[in-house]
């Protein structure tokens, strides 16, 4: 079992930045990697950025590439998302969620709220 606590989000203007952060805590030597997704009202869960833990190999929504960046601390068992130039369109429920192997997600947040408005 792995507990996931995510803190940041809130809200901002458009062109604003803002950070996630997410912490595990329990089993997480068996780590695979971490990562965020995102859900807006009507819309499908989808995945933002991930990162996997034995190289850091990353992976983003073609959306978002050049303007969030996720990075990891595999001694902390940390993930954090910066997210600059924030769009309207970003606004949505954000998850953390962790994975024991590629592309199965076994753990997830609570979700932090992001929402982009003028």
């Known amino acids: 079992q792995v507990r996931l606590v995510e803190s940041g ?6 062109g604003d930045s803002l950070r996630l952060s997410c912490a ?12 965020w997704f995102r859900q807006a009202p009507g819309a499908e869960r989808e995945l933002v950025a991930v990162i996997n833990w034995p190289g850091g ?3 983003y929504l073609d959306s978002v590439k050049g303007r969030f ?3 990891r601390d595999t001694a902390k ?6 997210m600059t130039d924030l769009k309207p369109e970003d ?3 954000y998850y953390c ?13 609570q979700g932090t709220q992001v929402t ?3």
């Open 116 to 118: 982009v408005s003028s």
């Open 77 to 82: 068992n940390t993930i954090d998302l910066q």
């Open 24 to 35: 595990a805590s329990g089993r997480t030597s068996t780590t695979y990697g971490m990562g």
């Open 91 to 93: 606004t949505a429920v």
């Open 9 to 14: 989000g809130g809200l901002v203007q458009p």
């Open 69 to 71: 960046t996720i990075w």
């Open 57 to 59: 190999h990353t992976t």
């Open 97 to 109: 969620a962790w994975s024991l192997t590629e592309g199965k997600y076994d753990s997830w947040g």
